[in-house]
């Protein structure tokens, strides 16, 4: 067994929850918490398959909540709906994504802590950098007024590039998951709004299908955002 340390901090509730759950999933049970003033500290026992695991998982989650954050601050202001501003996030949100990922799996490999806040300050700096410059040229392609086909005419210059998942499935479950070649990711808790995480972790891994198992389980508008991205 070995062992890596993760270092979150306080205020990162849903980071966590992401990460626990991503460890209970994957079978380990020797997790020790501990608390301080402005940190959380996990310190995990675990298998060396396990350790890469965790790696990709951090690497999973600087490129999602943190680039979302950045995101969302920068583009702010836009005349259009919830789904359509949110589908653009998602788009954004893959842009670049697999080059971003194995960038910041090469600087944690070898740390047995991990603080992915601190690792993107201090050691990917440009990624925080890369997203700014990113915002700023999604931002000054919306038009003043966008109509809905203006925007999703953006969205498709955005996934045009980059790696693409062959076919993703929305499941007919409780809650509703992402299937893609028989893996269930269920929604990334981005916001407090089960359509719109859904919706934002469906475009961010950038399929070139999506199935829907069960229309009748999307509200209108979020099934009406999934067919506009099919146009």
Not at 129 to 140: G, K, P
Not at 143 to 149: A, D, G, I
């Amino acid at each position: 067994m070995e062992k890596i340390g993760l270092l979150l901090q306080k205020n990162e509730v849903q980071e966590r929850k992401y990460i626990i759950e991503k460890l209970t999933a994957w079978g380990v049970k020797d997790i020790a918490e501990k608390r301080y003033l402005k940190h959380v500290y996990l310190d995990v026992s675990c298998d060396a398959k396990t350790i890469e695991r965790i790696q990709r998982a951090i690497a999973d989650l600087i490129t999602t909540f943190y680039k979302f954050r950045v995101l969302i601050s920068s583009i702010k202001d836009i005349k259009c709906n919830i789904y359509e501003y949110y589908s653009l996030i998602g788009a954004l949100l893959s842009t670049d994504l697999e080059k971003e990922k194995n960038h910041i799996i090469n600087a944690i490999r070898n740390l047995k802590i991990i603080a992915p806040y601190s690792i993107l300050q201090l050691r990917l700096d440009h990624l925080m950098d890369n997203w700014l410059s990113l915002s700023s040229l999604a931002s000054a392609l919306i038009p003043s007024k966008p109509k809905p086909q203006e925007i999703f005419e953006l969205i498709s210059y955005f996934l045009a590039d980059g790696d693409i998942t062959p076919r993703l499935t929305i499941t007919d479950t409780e809650p509703l998951n992402i299937s893609i070649n028989g893996e269930i990711i269920p929604p990334v808790p981005l916001t407090d709004d089960a359509d719109v995480n859904l919706l934002l972790t469906a475009i961010r891994e950038h399929p070139s299908h999506i199935v829907i198992k069960n229309q009748d389980r999307l509200s209108d508008p979020l099934l009406k955002a999934f067919r506009s991205l099919g146009q």
